[in-house]
């Protein structure tokens, strides 16, 4: 049985982190790209936002006893199977994860464009990944 206390404490981080990153969403390309102290605060962040977005994904795919996935990606792909997330918001997370490699991995430079198209359009969807788990939890009581 998936420990609802565990996950409710990982939303309300994620909520907090949104809360802290909401600070930034009127930065430029250009200012994001002019400051290597705030390209890590919101980089760092938005890392720690898709891995608990990911941690509670895990929580919820082990619960179910759903399909073990093969890749940060595929967590948010078997939840959109299994119907606890939109078509489109498993897109979203797919992206999410998909950043979330890159800036762990150093796979190339992190795109400012993308980073600030995050902070100024994304963060809600943050916010919708934290619903559709509560409304999860809520269908398994």
């Known amino acids: ?10 939303l309300a981080s994620l909520a907090e982190y949104c809360k802290q990153l909401d600070e930034f969403s009127t930065l430029t390309v250009a200012g994001y790209r002019a ?3 705030v390209q890590r605060i919101v980089e760092r962040t938005l ?5 608990l977005c990911a ?3 895990g929580h919820l795919i082990s619960d179910q006893g759903l399909r073990t996935p093969e890749t940060y990606a595929d967590t948010f792909r ?15 997370m797919e992206k999410m994860a998909k950043f979330r490699n890159i800036v762990v991995h ?4 992190v795109d400012a464009e993308i980073v600030i198209l ?22 398994k009581d």
């Not at 890392?47 to 891995?51: A, D, P, S, V």
């Not at 078997?78 to 897109?91: D, H, K, M, R």
Request: aromatic share 6%; net charge negative; proline share 0%.
């Open 78 to 92: 078997v939840l959109g199977e299994n119907e606890i997330l939109s078509a489109e918001q498993t897109a979203v």
């Open 1 to 10: 049985m998936v420990d609802k206390m565990l996950v409710l404490k990982k």
């Open 35 to 37: 400051d290597w102290k």
């Open 118 to 139: 995050v902070l100024q359009q994304h963060l809600e969807d943050f916010d919708r990944f934290s619903a559709a788990v509560v409304k999860q939890l809520r269908l």
């Open 55 to 57: 941690d509670v994904a």
């Open 106 to 109: 150093q796979y190339e430079t």
């Open 47 to 51: 890392q720690m936002m898709i891995e």
